[in-house]
């Protein structure tokens, strides 16, 4: 879900959910960092277990995974809620960076990986980013509307110039073509048999003249 107004990148915030197994102390300075950014708006924070129900119910915009103290449950955590939440923002972070680490959460579909030590620095510009993709998913997504509005329009235009066929004139028509069936039924059969008594009248013809 995204709050604010959607005409500018520096108007939409973000509604984000911290998932945190890392501590009291970890999870608060987390919660510092999303308070201090204008851009971001704190909906919630929970544990890995607690996830994706609290996902369910929030629908955040933007999910904070720390990685620490397990980063293997992390990953698990972030490949399961992109494969349900596939429209939500993954972010990422851990206490040390790790190139392994780091390449697979990106590849498991994290916006972004943050290390501790320099967080404060990276999160600005990561949230600058998603806004802009975000902003950019949002004009993308009006257009479309726009053109099938568009559309819609042109559809009804055409079809108060064009106008179809009424139910009643539908089924005068069906009953017309119906009548007509049966009476070319009816001239079948009368022919038929006309063609059997003048046979029978020809047999009898026959067997009187001999």
């Not at 300075?29 to 996902?55: C, H, R």
């Not at 980063?71 to 851990?94: F, M, Q, T």
């Not at 802009?132 to 009006?142: C, D, G, S, V």
């Amino acid at each position: 879900m995204i709050t604010g107004i959607s005409c500018g990148v520096c108007e939409l915030t973000l509604s984000t959910l911290v998932v945190c197994n890392a501590g009291a102390d970890k999870l608060s300075e987390i919660q510092g960092l999303v308070g201090s950014n204008p851009g971001l708006v704190l909906v919630g924070t929970v544990t890995m277990n607690e996830s994706f129900a609290k996902v369910e119910q929030s629908k955040p915009s933007l999910v904070w995974i720390e990685l620490t103290p397990d980063p293997d449950e992390g990953v698990k955590l972030l490949v399961g809620l992109k494969e349900r939440y596939p429209e939500i923002y993954y972010l990422v972070s851990n206490d040390a960076l790790d190139a392994d680490l780091v390449k697979m959460t990106m590849q498991m579909g994290a916006i972004d990986f943050l290390d501790a030590q320099t967080w404060k620095d990276q999160l600005p510009d990561v949230v600058s980013r998603i806004k802009i993709k975000e902003n950019a998913q949002i004009e993308a997504r009006e257009r479309q509307e726009a053109e099938r509005l568009k559309m819609k329009e042109a559809l009804e235009q055409q079809r108060s110039s064009n106008p179809t066929v009424s139910k009643t004139n539908f089924r005068s028509m069906k009953r017309m073509v119906t009548d007509t069936k049966e009476l070319e039924s009816r001239a079948a059969m009368n022919l038929t048999l006309l063609l059997v008594l003048a046979a029978l009248a020809a047999g009898v013809l026959f067997w009187l003249n001999h």
